[in-house]
């Protein structure tokens, strides 16, 4: 229980990777926030976490709205008194808009990057002043190999990715001596719903499995174990680190 008497906010939790996370940190010890913007989701992991003997409440949020990111964090204290552990995970990629830089549309553009990264930002920003009160904490940005390499036809998406890389380094730096430890986790092609559309074509589903040196999908559960260990105490000396779980997809 390495989580025990932490508390937790895992934003877009209702779903893949997300809720793969906040399973995991619950079953660690920690009371966790479900900040999703899909109710019957959210609803859902709540439910899942609890049957399981953890404890979870599902707060409704847009993390790409201020008020209701403030709300949130605000219902978090109001809950629990405290918050140790932040997982910005949420994030939408709009694969059936998703263009060339001159073929975008400006609202692609703007949706991608309020959720994907004004997201991050609001929550981090609302949640900060928590942990300097409590003298420190683990804030976790999902990030992606699209923000690192160049891929072709997701110009939002990855431009967005970029910037969680930078918004993590910024953080990484200005917070390491107030104990706000700031890290990315870098996953490879996972099993979620939003890859649905892509994956539901077996030829591209296996395309996908053998670009990975490993030679599979990832899954939920391939980035829950780096998550808790970075959430924990054991990752004290990690800071500014991006953490790729990719099954080698970036390492040829
Ligand atoms: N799946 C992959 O292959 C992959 C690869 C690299 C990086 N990532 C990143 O991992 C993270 C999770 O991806 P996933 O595949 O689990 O996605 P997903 O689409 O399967 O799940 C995302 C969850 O976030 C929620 N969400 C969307 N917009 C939201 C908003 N505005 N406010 C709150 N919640 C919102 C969705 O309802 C959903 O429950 C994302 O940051 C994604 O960019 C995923």
Redesign the pocket.
Known sequence: MRLKNKVAIV??????????IAERFASEGASVVV????AA??GSAQQSIRDAGGEAIFVP?????EAQVKSMVQKTLDRYGRIDILC??????LIREEARAHELTNEAWDRTM???LR?YWLCSKYVIPAMLRQGGGSIIH?????GLFGFTRLTA?STS?GG?VGLMRAMAADYAPDHIRVNA????????????IELSDPEMRKHFAEIAPARR??T?KD?AGIAAFLASEDADYCVGGIFTV?GGLTAV
């Open positions: 934003t877009g939790a209702g779903a893949g990777i997300g809720r793969g900040a999703e913007i899909d989701s959210g949020t847009d993390v790409s709205d910005n995970n949420a994030a939408v990629l309020a959720v994907n997201g999902v990030a992606s190999p699209t998406y990715k969680v986790i870098v996953p490879g092609t996972i099993d979620t719903p939003m890859n649905a999908l990832g939920p980035l990719d």
